[in-house]
Each structure stands twice: as C-alpha cells, then as structure tokens.
C-alpha cells in the first residue's frame, strides 16, 4: 500500500511542478522591469566621414515619471547633429516606453568613436541625469593606408579658372538708397523752407519778365497800328499779371474799383481812364496818340513798382 501511495504522489509532483514552471516563464515575458539607465545604440557598427547614421535612444520607465529626451542643443560630440525623431510614449501593463533616434554624421578621423546621451527625469524642482552607458561606431577609411616607406602620390592641380556669374549687389544699392534718402531729408529739412521761398521768387521774377516782354510787344503793335484791340490786349495783359502776382480779383474789377483799391493813384487812374474813353467812347488812338503813349507806358511803370514791392515784402516774411 505505501508503495502505491508514493508512486500517486510522484505522479502528482510530475503533473504540477512542469505546470508552475510553465506558468512563471509566461509571467516572466509579460511583464518586464523598468530601466535603471536608458539604453542606447547605433544602428549600424560603422560608418564613414560626412556619412548620416542613426543613433537610438530608449528608456522603460514608470508612467508616474516626467522624462525629457536630449533635444538640438545637446553635446554630441564628436558628432554633428542633423534631425531627430521620436516615438509618443507607449505604456502597457504599467510600463512605459520612450523612444527617440538621432540622426548624425562625424567628420572626426579617429577610428573608434562613442557617444553618451543623458536622459533628464522631473521630480519637483530638481532634476536627474540618467546617462545611457557608452556606444561606440567604428570609422571605416575610404583613402588608402600608405606604408611609412612609401612616397605621397602626387597631387593633382587643376588651376583653369571657371566662369562666375555676376550678381548685383542688393544690399549696397538699398543701404545707398537709404543714405540719399536720409541725406536728402536732413538738407531738406534744414534748408528746405528757405529753398523753396527762393523758388518762389525766381518764378515771381521770371513771371514778371515774361509780362514786361508780353506788354511791351503789345505796346510797340498798337503804336505801329493805333488799333483798338492790341490797346485792349496790352491793358487786359496787365490786369490779369497784377491779379497773379498779388493775388487778388483785379481783372473782374471795374475801372472804379481798381482805382480805389490803389488808394487813387495818379497813373493808374490816368490810364485807365483814358483807355476807357478811347475804348467805348469811340474816340480815335489818333487824336490822343502821344497821352495814349503815355497812360500805356505809365502801366507798365506801375507794374514794375507792384513787383518790387511784393517781391520785397516775400523777402522780409519769416520762414514759417
């Protein structure tokens, strides 16, 4: 009876014991532990000068922690960082997983070289560096080894010259610009005003030549022909250049009223009035040829003072 009693029992131990050790290795691949240090690697063992290769970064952690990944402003030497790119973080059965790849190149000539990232855990106000453990990448020479012995080939020199496009320099022209532009505002600002009023008076004077010379070719065809029509040229000829040049409404004015208006002045009220008379009185240039002459030439003398005046006072007027 013992006998049978301890073969059940062997049995039984045969049936249980491969069953639990079944299920601890199922428990021990679901559910794996959190990393003491990120772990880090590149994708490839080697590389070449100038050449882009992929440096990975991972850290399992748990979801309670804030992790930071190294970003641009990182040390990658003797690397040169060119992008990144990452992974959003994944937790399952309270794990979670970041994962970030760095691509790089190196132009450093050693034959071996590493790389050590940190990754940055937030608790609180203080901060933890977690240093990956060194990974290293192995530099594969494209130049041939010569033997200490051996003579550098010679160099191949290539001193043709190439055509270079020109191109217009944009920057000088706008900074150029910009100096007339200012040189022209800070002249016209200090001497701008006074610039102007000489302007206006050159034109007042070239204005008044003009008149002198418009007038007195009038004059000399009514003293050749005593028409009536070259005397009305010469006379509406010297109202419109005094409304111009006082500006006022002198040419819609009667003979009366500019008579008054120059407080009854002797050569102009003559005049005026004379031509008056010989204009629509029907009275003939001939029978006052020499008074006519006169009152025409008087104008003219007028005009001369009322230009003189005007062009004194301008003068005397403050810049505004």
């Given amino acids: 009876m013992r006998r049978r009693g301890y073969i059940a029992a062997g049995l039984l131990l045969g049936l249980l014991l491969p069953a639990a050790a079944q299920a601890g290795r199922s428990q021990g691949t679901t559910t794996a532990a959190p990393d003491s240090v990120p772990v880090a690697r590149f994708v490839r063992s080697t ?18 922690l804030n992790v930071i990944f190294p970003d641009s ?21 309270g794990l979670s997983l970041d994962r970030c790849r760095y691509t790089l190149r190196t132009f450093s000539l050693d034959s071996v070289q590493t790389l050590r990232l940190p990754v940055t855990l937030l608790r609180g106000r203080d901060t933890v560096l977690l240093y990956a453990q060194p990974t290293g990448v192995r530099l594969v020479r494209t130049a041939p080894v010569l033997p200490p012995t051996d003579e550098l080939p010679p160099l191949r020199q290539n001193t043709a010259l190439l055509p270079m496009p020109e191109r217009f320099n944009y ?51 009514f003293q050749l022909s005593r028409s009536l029509a070259n005397m009305e040229r010469a006379i509406t000829l010297w109202k419109n250049y005094l409304a111009r040049l006082e500006g006022n409404s002198l040419n819609t004015l009667t003979t009366r009223e500019i008579v008054a208006l120059y407080q009854g002045d002797a050569d102009v009220a003559t005049a005026l009035r004379l031509s008056d008379r010989i204009i629509y009185g029907n009275q003939q240039p001939d029978e006052a040829a020499e008074q006519t002459d006169h009152a025409l030439d008087s104008l003219r003398h007028f005009a001369d003072r009322r230009f003189a005046l005007v062009r004194a006072a301008r003068q005397r007027r403050p810049m505004a």
């Fill in 47 to 64: 590389t070449q000068v100038g050449a882009l290769i992929d440096y990975e970064l991972t850290f399992r952690h748990s979801p309670s």
């Fill in 171 to 221: 920057p000088y022209l706008a900074a150029a610009l910009a100096a007339v532009l200012v040189t022209a505002g800070v002249v016209w600002w200090t001497f701008g005003r006074n610039l102007r009023r000489r302007y206006r008076l050159y034109r007042m004077a070239r204005n008044h030549v003009y008149f002198l010379a418009q007038y007195t070719r009038h004059l000399e065809r």
């Fill in 73 to 93: 402003t990182a040390e990658f030497k003797p690397f040169e960082y060119v992008r990144r790119r990452y992974w959003p973080t994944q937790t399952r059965q």
